[in-house]
Every structure is written in structure tokens, then in C-alpha cells.
């Protein structure tokens, strides 16, 4: 609900894993949005560009939207990967810089500010004793995530 209008109804899962739009994307849990346009609109998947990351935005299906579209990209803290090496793939990928890193015991959340000055956020499992020893503040490090991971919000 959002001055008095619904945004949105289903499950807390469907809600947050399929956001209507960026209000509902926003209100449930912590997100990564970034703005973009469509590039190529296909059936079977779309692929969008954005100034914040130099690799494209590539989604494995297809949505309601036509190239050349703004829309949003949320991507949640926890499907981004995050490490030292470059991924194999030639998108959805970004480059940057641990800023800061939230430690919460069973995980930590790294921002990373990348060259175009978008700070994302990447959940961590903390699954060796001592956290900071794989991921530090100033590491060189990259993110990354699978085709199906985001959602594209044209609302």
C-alpha cells in the first residue's frame, strides 16, 4: 500500500522475489536498483544497458516492454556472487571496490562502489571462521549474478 493505493498482493516470497514495481521492490528487504534502458527485447530474453556497470544486463526470458524502454533493475544483496576473479561470462558482471563491509556473525554484506560510482550491496555466507580473511575493505573485487536473478521493473 502506498498513499492509499495497493501496489501490490501476494505471498512475502512473491513479493519480494517478483516486486510489481519499485515501490514494492523497495518496501520488502534490501535491493540493489539500478537504472537502465532495453536493449534488445526478444522473446526468450532482454538484454539492458546501464552507465553504472560496462558489461550489459542480460535476462534469460522475455518481459512486456519495447527497446529503448527505461526501466529499473533490482537485484537482491544475496544473488550476487562476489570474489577476487573476473567472471567467464561477458555480462552480468560488475567491477568495484569493497567500501565498507557489514559483519553479522552468519554472513556479511559487502558495498562495493564501482568506476561509475554505483555502490552495490553483495550478502556474503560467512562459512570460515574468520571472515575477513577471503574479503577485505579495498579489495579489487567483482560481482556478479545469473540471467534469472534480477527483475526488471518498468513501473
Known sequence: ?????????????????????????????????????????????????????EAPIHIGHGITGFEGQAVSFAVRPEKLGIGKDEPGQPYNKARGTIEDIAYFGSHSVYHVRLPSGVKLMANFANEKRWASEGLTWGDAVWLWWDDNDGVVLTS
Open 1 to 53: 500500500m502506498d498513499k492509499g493505493w495497493i501496489q501490490q498482493v501476494g505471498t512475502p516470497d512473491e513479493i519480494y522475489e517478483q516486486p510489481a514495481n519499485r515501490f514494492a521492490a523497495e518496501f520488502i528487504g534490501s535491493v540493489n536498483m539500478v537504472e537502465a534502458t532495453i536493449d534488445e527485447d526478444e522473446p526468450d530474453y532482454v538484454t539492458l544497458k546501464t552507465a553504472a556497470f
